[in-house]
Every structure is written in structure tokens, then in C-alpha cells.
């Protein structure tokens, strides 16, 4: 069979091929990935599509779980100060119970036990950053307004509302407990029991049993308060959770999208032997012919 | 017996065969680099013998023909392999870039969409609070602008396809009149008994041309050439060639036409056919399936904004305008429909710290909101369906690329003029020449020796 006389378009093809693969390789080394464009591998691309999205949620998530740990910590050591406020009525009121006070030495705890009742009625109207955080979802309004013809002294104007928050594929958390269940439930009305501790010392009647309900009331919101540390605990290992998906999630990607840049240059390498090789061929043999022989 | 003037026409014959042999040899020379060019031969035949009983002398040799050599099965390979080229790499380069569209960058869909549902989990922590409600209408905002501008690139993409439809028709045009005038010249020079190789060799260079552009049956006649489209449109009837006719559509495209006929979906490679697959096949694919997710969300988003209260406890209102109820044009015409973000229906009581309605809301990330799909795996099988199309085309493209390098290293290989060759025939011919020269001369020293015979006086 004759000979290709013409073998150039040939070369010139590979030669093309070969610089094509240089480029390639150039720019997988540039970005660091093997999927540049999504048909460099379309189902790679597929993938780091929705690799990226729950990269993007678990960030989110997050972020929300920082928005919301501020207020749930707050919510915590709030309660915690209301424990506080309620010992030391009960110290009051045990003090109050004792028959060798006079109604001027009783007078004075009552001035005492009332600057208690309102700074519980503070804590209890607790504010974050603008939302009133025992209101139940009416978070714009003081939940607790004081009311002299109430019998414990305060309406509850919140709502009985909870807010549940996705923070993980699979994974909501309530973010708050309503100030009606908190602090003044059908059974348990730590407004009432102060009121009545009140009543009691200006009457020297029933201390004890309004002490009695201050402690119930304190051991009641004691347990209604793991809800929050629980919260926060859950929190915590959901943040460690998500930064250890988010390492997997960029593993993944790595392993779908990554180039292996040692093989790459290995490559590149392989590519730029070939091409300086076929261009010298070309420059040395491509302009001999019998016609350069002829004297 | 013969006579030194038989021999003296003899040795001239040699001198006329090898010059036209030089003649061949030197335009194969001349035309090494052009393209479509076949090598010619001399077609060196031994004259007619004179009989002188009981002799018999040779006359010496004649030029019979100088034939281009060329394989027609070949050539009609190379013009099929040649339609799949024109084809593919159209439809690659259309596609790729399609494709533009859809890698992941800091504003493609997929990461508007994300950040979509991001913003509404972050107001679902806080639901009162303005800025964040903002958040949310700022990022259905980049959503929108994501798919309208995704959608305008499509369509703009379709228009610019459209206008080199009518550029290749055109060319398509210019060819098919170039070819039926060289018909016309080959069947001349043929009617006369002549070679007509030359002439051969441009129309088989334009019929290379035709096929890069469009879809192209050859059927070869006596002396003459009829193309048609595969499917049967005549282009070329001998040295009469057809016109093809564009004309707009009502989307506003081009449509072709062969004697009145609308033969565009019947065109199906070269590169007008590669331009038409994208322009009405591939592309609208994808610009149906964007629509779908546009409004697959956006109807989804309205309906359960429409479950929940605002901020001021009024039921909500749509979030994004509703999209055409046949769907078409979702992506083109999505839009935010309210500026004033407490209109956001976060709650689910009516009251304004409730984000139960904000969760529904973030819930559709995960729900089968678009034709059973969630937004984002519809979004992701877009990316996968448009990746494919440009591997399958570009994977097409190289085989088809490679065939085609094949066939013209055969064809070279049958007609490619190597200067080795003719350096060679040069020689043989010129040495030939040279010794019917030296044979001329001998004669010439004959006759003279003849003519200065002493006269024989009696």
C-alpha cells in the first residue's frame, strides 16, 4: 500500500490533542478539580451540586444554632436567677413565720419580699434582643403586666406558643416554653405564692403555707429549667455534629471533584516530553525529500 | 524495411510522451498543497506497429491520457464522516455553551436556591425581626434574577443558533450553484472525450464543504451529479441546483424550505443540522426543565406562604409572582412579588414570634415539590442531563474527528502527490527524454552520413 505522503495533518492532530491535555491538566492543577465543567463528569457534577447545598445548610444551620444559643442561655440563667429570688423569699418567709416578730419587723419583709416580687416579674418579662422570651410566640408584648385584682398580682398576656426550629437533616429542637407553663401553670403560680407570702406576713396568717408554695414553685421551675440546659446540651453536640458533616461533606467533594494532583502533573509532565519530542520530529524530518538529493 | 525518418518520428514520440509525463509530473509539484487536489499519472500506451511483411516495428509511445487518481467509495466516506463532524462539533460548541450556565459558581441557581432556603432557617430563630425578613426577600430576589438571567442566556443562545441557521443555508446556497456549474463544465469537457480531473477535484472539494453543512445523499449519473438531502430534497439535478428558503416562525426562528416544503426537522447533520438539534431539540429541553423548577417553587413557596399570617397577623399573600399556567417562560418571568418583608407569612398562629410557617417554608427543601423531585436534586439532575449532552456530543465529536483523520490519510495515501515520487519520475523522464534525444541525434549523424555518400555516377 502507497505511503500517507502527507503525514502532517496527522501530527498536527496529536500535536493538538497533546496541547488540549496540557491545558486540561493545567487547569486542574489551577483549581484544584478534576470537575470543572459539569461535563467533565455530569454525574460528578450531580453530586457536588447537592454536596454544595448540604454544605451550604450545614453552615446555616450553624449560623442559626449561634443565633439561637444567645437567647437559650439567657433563658437558663434567668431561671436560674429566679431559683435565686425564690430562696431568699422563702428565707423571708421562714423568717416572717418565726412569733417573735413584731407587725413593724413584718412590714419590713414585706418591703423586702415585694422587691423580689418585682424583680421576678423582671426576669419573668426576660427580653432578647427585642423579643420577650417567655411569651410564648407574642413576642413583642410583656408577657406579665401587673394586675392588683389578680389574686397572684400579674396577668399572663403571652400566648401558650411554642417555636420549633430545624437546626439538621433530621434534627428540630423547641427553642422556648411558654411563661403560663414556666412560672404560673394551673398548679404551680410562683406570682401567686409570692403574693400570697405577702398577704400572709401583712396578716401573720398562712406564712408557712404560702413558704410551702414558694417551694414547690421553686422545685417546679428547678425541673422545667433542664429543659433549657437540655436544649443548650443538644446545642452544643448538634454544632460538633455539623462541623464534623461539613469535613465529610468536603471530603466528599475532594473524592468526587478533587484531582489527584500528583497524577496530574505526573501527566502534565508525560504530555510536555511528548509534545517537545513530536515538534523537534516534525522540524527534523518533515522538509526531506529526494527532490533536497538531486544535484 | 523501415526508414530512418519512421525512426527519427519514433524518437519524437518518446521526446512528446515524456515531456507531457514532465508536464503531469510538475503540476503534481505545483499543486502539493492543495487541498482536494488529486495526483495525476501519464497514461503512456505503445503506438500502433506497422506491419512490413514479415516485420513488424514499433511506432514508439503515445500519451494517451494524464488520469487523476482517486477512490470514489473514499470520497463518499469521507463526505458522510465529514456531515457527522460538522454535526457534532456544532452541537458541542452550542452546548458548551449552554453549559456555562449551569457550573456552579457563587450565582447559579443551585446556590440561589440554597440561599433561599438558608435565609428563611435564619429567620425561622428570630421570625419578628426585620432584617432578617429582608434577608429572605433579598434572596428570593437573587433567586429570581438566577433563573430569569439563566433563561435570557438560553434564549439569547437560540436567537444567535437562529442566525447562523440562515448564515449556513446561505453557504449551503452558494455551494449547491458552484457544484451545478462544475457538472456543467465536467459533462462539457466529458462530451468531448476529455479528462476532466481538475474540475473533479473542486466539485469533490465542494461537495467535502456541502457536507460539513448539511446532511447530503451523492448520486452519481452518467457524466453528471445529483445531490439531495437524506431525505430527498433536491440540491443539485445535474447543472440545475435548488435553493433552500428561510423563513420566520412564529417563535420567531427560522424554518427551511425546499420547494416549498418545511424540510427543517428532516435535517439532520452537518453543521446546520448540529445547529437546528441545539437550537430546537436540546436547548428548549432544558429551558422546559428550568421552567419546571421555577415554577414547581415558586407555586410550592406561594401555597404554603398562603397557610401562614404575616407579621401584622394577616393570612400571607404569594411570595413570588405566579408563574404562566402552561409553565412556559417560568424561568424568563419569575419574580419576587412584595417589597415590604413583614408581608413574609413566617407564623403559623398569627402571632408575630411564631416561625412554624417559616419552617413549613424551609421544609420544601426536602419535600418533592418538582415533579416528585426537591428543588435542589431537580436542580442537580438539570446540571447532570446538560453535562451529558455536551460529553455525548464532544464524545462524538472526537470519534467521529478521528474516523475522519483515518479517511483522509487513506485518501492521501491514494492521491496525496509525494515529492519522492515525482523527484523519481522527474528523473526516469527526464533520462528518457534525454535518450530519445541522443536517439534524434544518432539519426540526425545518419542522415548526414547518407546525405554525403558520394554520388554513384555511371
New interface residues.
Given amino acids: 500500500m502507497r505511503v500517507n505522503p502527507n503525514p502532517l495533518p496527522d501530527i498536527l492532530a496529536a500535536v493538538a490533542q497533546t496541547r488540549q491535555q496540557i491545558n486540561t491538566d493545567n487547569q486542574q492543577i489551577a483549581t484544584g478539580l478534576s470537575v470543572n465543567v459539569p461535563s467533565d463528569n455530569p454525574a460528578a457534577a450531580a453530586v457536588l451540586v447537592q454536596n454544595a447545598d448540604q454544605t451550604s445548610q450545614a453552615d446555616q444551620f450553624q449560623r442559626s444554632i449561634g443565633s439561637i444559643q444567645g437567647e437559650v442561655q439567657n433563658a437558663d440563667s434567668t431561671l436560674s436567677s429566679v431559683i435565686t429570688s425564690l430562696q431568699q423569699a422563702i428565707s423571708l418567709g421562714v423568717e416572717g413565720a418565726n412569733g417573735t416578730l413584731n407587725a413593724a419587723d413584718r412590714a419590713a419583709l414585706v418591703t423586702e419580699v415585694e422587691g423580689i416580687q418585682s424583680q421576678l416579674l423582671s426576669l419573668a418579662n426576660l427580653s432578647y434582643q427585642g423579643n420577650y422570651v417567655f411569651a410564648g410566640t407574642a413576642t413583642q408584648t410583656a408577657p406579665y403586666v401587673l394586675n392588683p385584682s389578680s389574686p397572684s398580682g400579674v396577668t399572663y398576656v403571652g400566648n401558650t406558643g411554642v417555636n420549633s426550629i430545624t437546626l439538621g437533616n433530621h434534627f428540630t429542637l423547641k427553642t422556648n416554653l411558654p411563661g403560663s407553663q414556666l412560672f404560673s401553670s394551673a398548679s404551680t403560680d410562683l406570682f401567686k405564692s409570692i403574693q400570697d407570702l405577702i398577704t400572709g406576713l401583712q396578716t401573720n396568717t398562712g406564712i408557712s403555707t404560702a413558704v410551702t408554695e414558694i417551694g414547690s414553685a421553686s422545685s417546679a421551675i428547678d425541673s422545667q429549667r433542664a429543659f433549657y440546659g437540655n436544649a443548650l446540651n443538644q446545642l452544643n453536640s448538634q454544632q460538633t455534629y455539623l462541623s464534623s458533616e461539613t469535613t465529610e461533606l468536603a471530603q466528599q467533594q475532594n473524592t468526587v471533584a478533587g484531582a489527584d494532583l500528583t497524577a496530574v502533573i505526573s501527566n502534565l509532565s508525560t504530555s510536555e516530553t511528548s509534545l517537545q519530542a513530536t515538534l523537534t520530529t516534525i522540524g527534523q524530518t518533515a522538509h526531506v525529500n529526494l527532490f533536497s538529493y538531486l544535484k | 524495411m523501415s526508414s530512418l525518418n519512421a525512426s527519427l518520428a519514433t524518437a519524437l514520440s518518446g521526446l512528446e510522451a515524456e515531456q507531457g509525463s514532465i508536464a503531469a509530473t510538475t503540476n503534481n509539484v505545483a499543486n502539493v498543497n492543495t487541498p482536494g487536489y488529486s495526483r495525476e499519472e501519464p497514461v503512456l500506451v505503445t503506438s500502433d506497429p506497422v506491419v512490413l511483411t514479415p516485420l513488424t516495428f514499433g511506432t514508439g509511445v503515445t500519451l494517451q491520457s494524464v488520469e487523476s487518481i482517486r477512490d470514489p467509495l473514499l470520497e463518499s466516506q469521507i463526505q458522510q464522516q465529514t456531515q457527522a463532524q460538522g454535526q457534532f462539533s456544532t452541537l458541542t460548541s452550542a452546548?458548551?455553551q449552554t453549559?456555562?450556565n449551569?457550573?456552579?459558581s457563587t450565582s447559579d441557581i443551585?446556590?440561589a436556591?440554597?440561599?433561599f432556603?438558608?435565609s428563611i432557617?435564619?429567620l425561622?430563630?428570630?421570625?419578628?425581626?426585620l432584617s432578617l425578613r429582608q434577608g429572605v426577600l433579598t434572596a428570593a430576589g437573587n433567586l429570581a434574577t438566577s433563573f430569569n438571567s439563566t433563561a435570557n442566556n438560553l434564549t439569547q443562545q437560540r436567537s444567535s443558533l437562529d442566525l447562523s441557521v440562515v448564515q449556513a443555508v446561505n453557504q449551503v446556497n452558494q455551494l449547491t450553484q458552484q457544484i451545478a456549474q462544475l457538472n456543467g463544465q465536467i459533462s462539457n469537457l466529458q462530451n468531448l472525450g476529455e479528462s476532466a480531473g481538475t474540475f473533479v477535484d473542486q466539485r469533490t472539494q465542494a461537495i467535502d464543504q456541502l457536507s460539513a453543512l448539511v446532511d447530503v445523499s451523492v448520486i452519481p449519473s452518467d457524466k453528471s451529479l445529483t445531490l439531495t438531502t437524506t431525505n430527498g430534497s433536491p440540491l443539485v439535478v445535474g447543472q440545475q441546483s435548488f435553493q433552500l428558503q428561510t423563513q420566520s416562525n412564529l417563535s420567531g426562528l427560522h424554518d427551511i424550505y425546499s420547494q416549498g416544503a418545511d424540510i427543517t426537522s428532516q435535517i439532520t447533520s452537518g453543521q446546520l443540522g448540529g445547529t437546528l438539534q441545539a437550537r430546537d431539540q436540546q436547548i428548549p429541553a432544558v429551558q422546559t426543565q428550568l421552567d419546571s423548577l421555577a415554577s414547581g417553587l415558586a407555586t410550592a413557596v406561594n401555597t404554603v406562604q398562603a397557610g401562614g399570617f404575616d407579621l401584622n397577623g394577616v393570612a400571607g399573600t404569594n411570595l413570588f409572582n405566579p408563574s404562566p399556567v402552561s409553565g412556559v417562560g417560568a424561568a424568563a418571568s419569575l419574580s419576587v412579588a412584595i417589597t415590604d418583608p413583614s408581608l413574609i407569612a413566617a407564623?403559623s398562629?398569627g402571632?408575630?414570634?411564631?416561625?412554624?410557617n417559616a419552617?413549613q417554608l424551609?421544609?420544601l427543601?426536602?419535600q418533592p415539590v418538582v415533579s416528585g423531585h426537591t428543588p435542589?436534586?431537580y436542580?442537580?439532575?438539570i446540571?447532570?442531563?446538560?453535562?451529558?449532552d455536551?460529553?455525548n456530543a464532544?464524545a462524538e465529536q472526537s470519534a467521529s474527528?478521528l474516523v475522519l483523520?483515518q479517511l483522509?490519510?487513506?485518501r492521501?495515501?491514494?492521491s496525496?502527490?509525494?515529492?519522492?515520487?515525482?523527484?523519481?519520475d522527474?528523473?526516469r523522464y527526464q533520462d528518457a527524454y534525454a535518450a530519445s534525444a541522443q536517439v534524434v541525434i544518432a539519426i540526425n549523424d545518419m542522415m548526414n552520413a547518407t546525405i554525403a555518400m558520394p554520388t554513384l555516377t555511371g
Fill in positions: 452546548l458548551q453549559q456555562v449551569f457550573t456552579a443551585g446556590t436556591i440554597s440561599n432556603f438558608d432557617n435564619q425561622s430563630t428570630n421570625p419578628s425581626d407564623s398562629d402571632s408575630v414570634g411564631s416561625n412554624g419552617e424551609y421544609a427543601n426536602s435542589t436534586n436542580y442537580s439532575s446540571v447532570f442531563n446538560v453535562g451529558n455536551v460529553a464532544s474527528a483523520q483522509n490519510d487513506q492521501s495515501s491514494v496525496g502527490v509525494s515529492l519522492d515520487e515525482e523527484a523519481a522527474l528523473v
